[in-house]
């Protein structure tokens, strides 16, 4: 299994990024899907959450409205619009992948890291004043 995350880079404040994850190795289909952001020593804040069909999704409140988290299940492609960016949303950003079952146990679980088991490497944002 593999969870391949781009599109990190360095942006004044203001801007915009876009952050992709590639998934092989399981049918991304069938996955629930999260987008986590971990500093240095810190324990990952969580930022986003989609279920399996894309109908439903979750967001932190620091970035409501100003990022949108989306999949494309024939890609095996989850992605993350950032928008608006601000300098203390630079982090380290990881996807991640599981099946949690059914929408009530999503609606619960799908903020919580330890929900989910494969994560990819990170992708690098940095986000200047």
């Known amino acids: 299994v593999q969870l391949v995350e781009s599109g990190g880079g360095l942006v004044q404040a203001g801007g915009s990024l876009t952050l992709s994850c590639v998934v092989s190795?399981?049918?991304?289909?069938?996955?629930?899907m999260t987008w986590f952001r971990q500093g240095p020593g810190i324990q990952g804040d969580f930022v986003a959450a989609?279920?399996?069909?894309?109908?439903?999704?979750k967001y932190a409140d620091s970035v409501k409205g100003r990022f949108t988290i989306s999949r494309d299940n024939a890609k095996n492609t989850l992605y993350l619009q950032m928008n608006s960016l601000k300098p203390e949303d630079s982090d380290v950003y990881y996807c991640?992948?599981?099946?949690?079952?059914?929408?009530?146990?999503?609606?619960?679980?799908?903020?919580?890291?330890?929900?989910?088991?494969?994560w990819g490497q990170g992708t690098q944002v940095t986000v200047s004043s």
């Open positions: 190795g399981r049918t991304f289909s069938r996955d629930d």
């Open positions: 991640g992948a599981d099946r949690l079952g059914n929408l009530d146990r999503w609606k619960q679980y799908a903020n919580n890291p330890r929900s989910y088991e494969y």
């Open positions: 989609i279920d399996r069909t894309g109908s439903a999704t």
